[in-house]
């Protein structure tokens, strides 16, 4: 017996009913940025290396899936380093091209190519798929969306305030109930220098970023591993656990790093988006003094959304990142934005029941098949249907009625219609509703006009 097929790890298979929501949820981000003024653009799914290696620091290098060169992929290659420790470097032998890790290296490098063509401050969004070669787990997949929105070529932080209200409109649209956490990367510099830490910075910010994760135990003893002293990690345990509103991290924040211009710059920043932030879906923005994005290329202002009714990671994340440029040869230019994790808030909707019943019923009025003449005699009303956006299909074969019947059940089809000698001698159809069971005798327009108003 043949094997049955399967798919890899940490990906996913959506039959229609399940692109039904997905689309759902495209569609509602799509419009939300769209009223923002940004424009969609896309990337290639597959990179150079030399444009993902090196941005993601560390640990997500390790995380990058690589693509085989073509052809013979082994050609110069010694036989010693296939069986040598040297994988890195093999790897980069073999392999050219990447699958990408995120879409805001991508873009970064489509500004630098396109930098003659854009108009300044350039706003763009993104919904295409990402892939990690990580573990999968719940809410963790290798293969998934994300919806990204960027400014880039503007320092103003009215781009991280209307970047929260997005986040806000978006999350009200859903019926989703989060709370926006809030950072700065330069607040997190100016502790590595209270500590007396601050080139250890990567260090911290990573093993930090995963609080939720592993517990506070388990990250005190990851700055440990990393070399950094028992003193500067207990003077860090007081702003780990700080407590209080906004208005009260900000104050002791400020008197911790009185003596850090880049950490009071930063809290200036974070200050004036919590002033500007007026929400219309009311998400609470909160300082998250432990919140620190891994990623290495952010520089400003960091975001992460968490869902409040539903055990899962951050659903959006972001922020600003004013050297990725650089890193292709344009310095200077700024840039912030953020991605939505498509595929969690698909699984947050579905644990709580939020989607509209609408999205679940894609074909509206079914046409039964009796035989070639009905046929003929109903696919002049079934283009009329059409035309008029009423989305219907007949049943291809002439079947049994039983037979036709139960396939607009299990499609859920709420309309059915169907002519025999009878109904076409007199010009009408009868229109059945498949949840009351009540029929009428109706011309094609009338049908129209029925399940247009229902």
Same mark, same amino acid.
């Given at each position: 017996?043949?094997?049955?097929?399967?798919?890899?790890?940490g990906?996913?298979?959506?039959?229609?009913?399940?692109m039904?929501?997905?689309?759902?949820?495209?569609?509602?981000?799509?419009?939300?940025?769209?009223?923002?003024?940004?424009?969609?653009?896309?990337?290639?799914?597959?990179?150079?290396?030399s444009?993902?290696?090196?941005?993601?620091?560390?640990?997500?290098?390790?995380?990058?899936?690589?693509i085989?060169?073509?052809?013979?992929?082994?050609?110069?290659?010694?036989?010693?380093?296939?069986?040598?420790?040297g994988?890195?470097?093999?790897?980069?032998?073999?392999?050219?091209?990447?699958?990408?890790?995120?879409?805001?290296?991508?873009?970064?490098?489509?500004?630098?190519?396109?930098?003659?063509?854009?108009?300044?401050?350039?706003?763009?969004?993104q919904?295409?798929?990402?892939?990690?070669?990580?573990?999968?787990?719940?809410?963790?997949?290798?293969?998934?969306?994300?919806?990204?929105?960027?400014?880039?070529?503007?320092?103003?932080?009215?781009?991280?305030?209307?970047?929260?209200?997005?986040?806000?409109?978006?999350?009200?649209r859903?019926?989703?109930?989060?709370?926006?956490?809030?950072?700065?990367?330069?607040?997190?510099?100016g502790?590595?220098?209270?500590?007396?830490?601050?080139?250890?910075?990567?260090?911290?910010?990573?093993?930090?970023?995963?609080l939720?994760?592993?517990? @506070?135990?388990? =990250? %005190?003893?990851?700055? !440990? +591993?990393?070399?950094?002293?028992?003193? $500067?990690?207990?003077?860090?345990?007081?702003?780990?656990?700080?407590?209080?509103?906004?208005?009260?991290?900000?104050?002791?924040?400020?008197?911790?790093?009185?003596?850090s211009?880049?950490?009071?710059?930063?809290?200036?920043?974070?200050?004036y988006?919590?002033?500007?932030?007026?929400?219309?879906?009311?998400?609470?923005?909160?300082?998250?003094?432990?919140?620190?994005?891994?990623?290495?290329?952010?520089?400003?202002?960091?975001?992460?959304?968490?869902?409040?009714?539903?055990?899962?990671?951050?659903?959006?994340?972001?922020?600003?990142?004013?050297?990725?440029?650089?890193?292709?040869?344009?310095?200077?230019?700024?840039?912030?934005?953020?991605?939505?994790?498509?595929?969690?808030?698909?699984?947050?909707?579905?644990?709580?029941?939020?989607?509209?019943?609408?999205?679940?019923?894609?074909?509206? @009025?079914?046409? =039964? %098949?009796?035989?070639? !003449? +009905?046929?003929a005699?109903a696919?002049? $009303?079934?283009?009329?249907?059409?035309q008029?956006?009423?989305?219907?299909?007949?049943?291809?074969?002439?079947?049994?009625?039983?037979?036709?019947?139960?396939?607009?059940n299990?499609?859920?089809?709420?309309?059915?219609?169907?002519a025999?000698?009878?109904?076409?001698?007199?010009?009408?159809?009868?229109?059945?509703?498949?949840?009351?069971?009540?029929?009428?005798?109706?011309?094609?327009?009338?049908?129209?006009?029925?399940?247009?108003?229902?």
């Amino acid at each position: 017996m043949a094997q049955k097929p399967s798919i890899p790890k940490g990906t996913r298979d959506f039959g229609p009913a399940e692109m039904a929501r997905r689309n759902y949820i495209f569609d509602t981000i799509r419009s939300v940025y769209a009223l923002y003024g940004f424009r969609q653009i896309e990337t290639p799914a597959m990179e150079n290396l030399s444009t993902l290696m090196g941005k993601y620091g560390e640990e997500g290098d390790k995380l990058l899936f690589k693509i085989l060169n073509s052809g013979d992929f082994l050609r110069g290659i010694d036989a010693n380093e296939l069986t040598g420790e040297g994988s890195p470097k093999l790897a980069a032998q073999l392999c050219e091209k990447g699958l990408r890790y995120d879409l805001t290296v991508p873009f970064a490098r489509y500004v630098v190519q396109h930098r003659e063509e854009l108009t300044m401050p350039f706003r763009r969004f993104q919904i295409q798929p990402v892939w990690r070669a990580d573990r999968p787990q719940k809410g963790r997949y290798r293969e998934f969306y994300q919806c990204d929105a960027d400014v880039v070529g503007s320092d103003s932080l009215l781009n991280e305030v209307e970047l929260m209200q997005i986040v806000d409109e978006v999350f009200r649209r859903f019926g989703i109930r989060v709370v926006i956490k809030i950072n700065n990367r330069k607040i997190l510099t100016g502790i590595a220098e209270m500590i007396g830490q601050a080139d250890k910075i990567v260090d911290i910010t990573v093993a930090i970023d995963k609080l939720d994760k592993i517990g @506070l135990d388990a =990250v %005190n003893a990851e700055l !440990a +591993e990393d070399g950094i002293p028992a003193e $500067a990690i207990e003077r860090l345990q007081p702003i780990i656990k700080l407590s209080g509103t906004n208005d009260e991290k900000l104050a002791t924040m400020r008197q911790v790093l009185s003596e850090s211009e880049t950490g009071l710059k930063g809290i200036d920043e974070v200050e004036y988006v919590l002033k500007h932030y007026t929400p219309a879906g009311g998400s609470p923005l909160e300082l998250d003094l432990t919140l620190a994005r891994g990623l290495n290329y952010y520089t400003g202002c960091i975001f992460e959304v968490k869902a409040l009714d539903v055990e899962i990671g951050s659903i959006t994340g972001g922020g600003r990142y004013d050297n990725l440029s650089g890193i292709f040869g344009m310095p200077g230019l700024s840039g912030v934005g953020i991605s939505f994790g498509a595929d969690r808030i698909y699984d947050v909707l579905n644990q709580l029941d939020l989607y509209p019943e609408a999205i679940t019923t894609a074909t509206q @009025l079914l046409f =039964v %098949n009796f035989g070639e !003449a +009905e046929a003929a005699y109903a696919l002049p $009303a079934l283009a009329a249907c059409r035309q008029a956006g009423i989305r219907a299909e007949i049943y291809p074969d002439a079947a049994k009625m039983k037979k036709q019947m139960q396939y607009a059940n299990a499609r859920a089809i709420p309309y059915v219609a169907l002519a025999g000698e009878t109904e076409m001698a007199d010009g009408v159809f009868t229109l059945k509703n498949m949840q009351t069971g009540e029929q009428s005798l109706l011309r094609a327009e009338a049908i129209i006009e029925v399940i247009k108003k229902n």
